[in-house]
């Protein structure tokens, strides 16, 4: 079983290759990348199936190591199909998926369902965040050993920072005996109170209480000062405020290990989304000013920024189709990902490689996986990406099972025109 | 020029023009409430909805009063937490409402945008009665009404509110209202009370209450609300008294003919002192007064014409 | 279509019929005693002041006014968006007095009722009469003027307009057809 891709242009950053070039795959792993190999000479003689890539950019598939996959427990909402065959028409391949769902993943039993079930009947590759404590209650360490053993990446109690500063201690330590990374979602809850927005003039306008950006640079700096302290690794989740950029820019001049990634809803909205008490812009982390959006984008440009995760959160309408401070927080964001990534390309942010980078090899490196590069001998994950491809972005055409976007009716431009998962196409656009 | 609203939502959206002509019919209602039989036919046969999900006893009850002087058919429901509790929806709550034919909801809701909300699923009108801390209209449209009785014009008045903004759903509407009436906004309070970008609403903002006092042409003092602090906003109602507190000493800075306001309920020796409460510069009970007149000429207003089902 | 406009009454017209009415006023009533004009806003109550000062001149002694927004009391609020509410302004009580109660035109007979119901709501008057300064027929209730200016047969698409000047005295009434 021999495929083979031609005439693309290959963007592989892990290789500093921007090329045309041709890939050939057998048994799913990427056995050669060359000029214009041919169909029927050497390695190539017995290929099955050429895609013809003309015009279109080859990269290695999309890693996003930010997900809810509401599974188990809120299926309703989304499962382990639905979320990665969204990923799929993303160009996603690999995403890590958060550990609040019910019951959240503390457990080997749970780790192993979800991977089992995303192996069995999912359009990616899933990786698994386990839990920071046991239950996400902040008491308790949870089983870090393990649950590395049983496939876990990394170790996070995303959406209930851990407020014990004792605890947090010794999660960074416990977590780095087995190198494994302490993701948060550094907020300091004391901070947010109810707040439901963006503290500033608009929340001042629509009278909602606000979230004040110290909430998450307070909580960032701590982290990373444990993270300091105990030579810990420390992976920062959704920067949103110029204060957490900066704390984490100074952070690593300093030696600390830390990594971070941002939004694109972060870094392409503000808080002037929530106007109209518009429910699909209440998220947390809260959509910032134009003064943090620019920072996040500085973070981008200047390498601060290692990757961009989606935090794909999603809600069901009845969720999201009530009074704004009683909405749930979050948004779907798989299939948007590839679209406003490339819009920093065009607003002349980063340059394409960079781009892909931050989606491919640097998040994978986060996450300490395998994937995210085109090398001769990697599982050849896949994204075959037209960036001039305009489209209207139409909540009833996502495969998201949850629809809740800021997004919806925006002119994209960028998509993924086909997906495949160790050689195999899991995701072809109908054009 | 005629205003048929559809929903009255807030001050923010009405124009200058809106705004006066409102002012204009609710003194003309006014006569009404002066009158021996205190009714006229206007709204007969309309079926209006008092959809309270906060508890409120004037604001309720003075638009019961309207609507009654209007002979309109008044419910009151007292929604407060229950249907939450139930699990039902406010989208729910208010389409089995509106499955009864009623011609306007007048909604009170401690969630800010909440009639917004509702104004864009339901066929009939809304009015806001408060929604949150977003915007209370026909307070501000009442506080106007009494400046300009006392006043004449409000253009080119100072007027000073001084309080917990924060927490205000009053303060706003009165700051657009009065910006757009031409008077200029001066508003005092702890900084915890004081969210950020208040400015920007279009007001000067002061720390100091005597600053802000200082030769206002009208006092608005907000309600300390007595359930709401004992937190983190100020340490104590003494204190907050002492330096945030309108009484006779520092009500003296203000114009000798300054006229002294308060949405109610009041707080005597809290943020208003009795001398002043009950002084001759007191014009809460006026307000009072001019709600019923405004809330008449807003129920009349929204149920004139024929309109658009979905305008 | 062109409007074409004709004139019914000039300025002496309208002054002469205001002097008759006022007269016939006085002799219905023998005097003003217990008398009062309610003009219905805004035309009436315009030509209520001008039959107020013609009763002063003829008789010497002046006579209460008022007038009256009848729109909280009108039939037709639902079908019509351009009905602002004026003031309503009777500064004496109601009740034993004659009301005449004054407006500029009389057409369908409904702004009539909904002035007498206006008036019964504030006091209970001993009774109520109508002057109008032009009466032109198409009557949909059963409502009959005591004092008429003119009586003008009219098409129902037709208009009455009576022109007042700058001192709100009125100064020509106009029939407009199309």
């Known amino acids: ?431 | 020029m005629f205003f048929n609203p559809k929903h009255i939502l807030g001050i923010k959206n009405l124009t200058v023009e809106e705004i006066n002509f409102i002012l204009d019919t609710a003194e003309s209602f006014k006569e009404v409430n002066t009158r021996q039989i205190k009714k006229v036919p206007t709204l007969r046969g309309k079926t209006i909805v008092n959809l309270f999900f906060e508890a409120s006893t004037r604001t309720r009850t003075s638009f019961e009063i309207a609507g009654k002087r209007l002979s309109a058919d008044m419910v009151n429901i007292s929604a407060s937490s229950s249907s939450v509790v139930k699990g039902e929806t406010l989208e729910d709550t208010a389409h089995n409402i509106e499955a009864m034919h009623p011609d306007i909801i007048v909604m009170r809701h401690s969630a800010s945008g909440a009639c917004d909300y509702l104004a864009e699923r339901l066929k009939c009108s809304v009015i806001n009665a408060g929604d949150g801390t977003h915007e209370h209209p026909s307070q501000a449209l009442l506080d106007a009404l009494t400046i300009r009785q006392h006043k004449g014009e409000i253009k080119g008045l100072t007027v000073a509110i001084a309080g917990d903004v924060t927490h205000s759903r009053v303060v706003r509407s009165n700051i657009y209202c009065l910006n757009k009436l031409g008077a200029k906004v001066k508003i005092a309070g702890p900084r915890t009370m004081l969210p950020p970008g208040l400015e920007k609403l279009g007001c000067e903002v002061h720390h100091n209450l005597k600053a802000a006092i200082t030769d206002a042409d009208c006092i608005m003092m907000l309600r300390i609300q007595r359930e709401r602090q004992g937190k983190t906003l100020i340490p104590s109602l003494r204190e907050y008294s002492r330096f945030f507190g309108l009484n006779d000493s520092n009500l003296q800075l203000a114009k000798e003919d300054a006229i002294v306001m308060h949405p109610g309920p009041i707080n005597r020796g809290v943020e208003i002192s009795s001398s002043v409460a009950d002084g001759k510069q007191n014009v809460i009970l006026e307000q009072v007064e001019n709600g019923v007149a405004v809330r008449m000429a807003l129920l009349y207003l929204v149920s004139g014409g024929e309109k658009l089902q979905d305008n | 279509m062109a409007t074409e406009t004709i004139e019914i009454l000039d300025s002496d017209g309208v002054n002469r019929a205001l002097t008759r009415i006022a007269h016939e006023i006085l002799e219905r009533n023998k005097g003003v005693e217990d008398l009062a004009l309610i003009g219905i806003r805004t035309g009436g109550s315009y030509l209520a002041t001008q039959l107020q000062q013609k009763i002063v001149e003829i008789e010497g002694s002046d006579i209460l006014l008022g007038t009256i927004d009848v729109t909280m009391y009108r039939d037709d609020l639902a079908s019509r968006n351009n009905l602002s509410v004026g003031l309503t302004d009777i500064p004496f009580p109601l009740g034993q007095r004659k009301i005449v109660l004054v407006d500029d035109v009389l057409f369908t007979g409904r702004t009539i009722r909904a002035a007498m119901d206006a008036i019964m709501a504030i006091g209970r008057p001993e009774n109520i009469q109508l002057a109008i300064l032009v009466d032109r027929g198409h009557r949909e209730l059963p409502i009959r003027p005591d004092y008429i200016g003119r009586n003008l047969p009219t098409a129902r698409n037709e208009q009455i307009k009576v022109d007042f000047d700058d001192k709100d005295a009125a100064q020509a009434v106009h029939l407009l057809r199309n």
Not at chain 1, 103 to 128: M, R, W
Not at chain 1, 152 to 177: H, I, K, Q, W
Not at chain 1, 287 to 306: C, H, K, N, P
């Open chain 1, 1 to 431: 079983m021999k495929v083979l891709i031609k005439n693309g242009r290959i963007i592989d950053p892990a290789n500093k290759i921007d090329a045309v070039l041709d890939i050939l795959i057998e048994d799913g792993k990427i056995i050669k990348v060359a000029a214009a190999i041919t169909v029927d000479s050497g390695d190539a003689v017995d290929v099955t199936e050429t895609i013809d890539a003309s015009g279109l950019l080859v990269t290695p598939g999309l890693v996003d190591i930010h997900t809810h996959l509401r599974d188990p427990g809120q299926e309703y909402k989304e499962d382990i199909i639905s979320g990665t065959h969204a990923a799929a028409a993303g160009g996603v391949t690999s995403l890590a998926c958060m550990p609040n769902t019910n019951p959240v993943n503390d457990s080997l039993a749970i780790t192993k369902y979800i991977i089992t079930k995303a192996k069995e009947q999912g359009s990616a590759n899933v990786f698994p965040i386990a839990c920071i404590s046991k239950g996400m209650k902040g008491e308790i360490l949870a089983e870090m050993g393990e649950l590395k053993e049983g496939g876990c990446v990394g170790f996070s109690d995303d959406g209930v920072p851990v407020s014990n500063g004792e605890l947090m201690r010794r999660a960074f330590e416990y977590a780095d005996t087995f190198a494994m990374p302490i993701i948060t979602h550094s907020e300091d809850l004391s901070l947010v109170g109810t707040g439901c927005m963006n503290e500033g003039p608009v929340a001042t306008e629509l009278g909602l209480k606000g979230i004040p950006w110290v909430a998450e640079d307070a909580a960032t700096a701590r982290d990373i000062m444990l993270a300091e302290f105990t030579n810990g690794r420390l992976h920062v989740c959704h920067v949103s405020t110029k204060g957490s950029v900066d704390l984490v820019r100074q952070a690593k001049t300093r030696g600390v290990r830390v990594s971070c990634e941002a939004t694109p809803h972060h870094f392409t909205l503000t808080d002037e989304a929530v106007r109209g008490y518009n429910t699909n812009a209440k998220m947390n982390p809260p959509l910032r000013s134009q003064e943090d959006v620019d920072a996040v984008l500085a973070g981008l440009a200047d390498g601060t920024i290692d990757a961009i995760a989606t935090d794909h959160a999603p809600h069901h309408y009845d969720e999201k189709n009530v009074e704004f401070a009683i909405a749930m927080n979050g948004i779907i964001g798989l299939e948007s990902l590839l679209p406003l990534s490339l819009k920093l390309v065009e607003d002349g942010v980063i340059d394409l490689n960079r781009m892909i980078s931050l989606l491919t090899v640097q998040p994978s490196r986060v996450i300490g996986i395998d994937r995210g590069t085109l090398s001769v001998g990697a599982i050849a994950d896949i994204a075959l990406i037209d960036p001039e491809f305009e489209w209207e972005f139409m909540p009833k055409n996502l495969l998201s099972k949850s629809k809740n976007t800021p997004f919806a009716g925006w002119k994209m431009r960028g998509a993924a025109i086909r997906t495949l998962l160790a050689g195999k196409t899991v995701f072809e656009r109908s054009l």
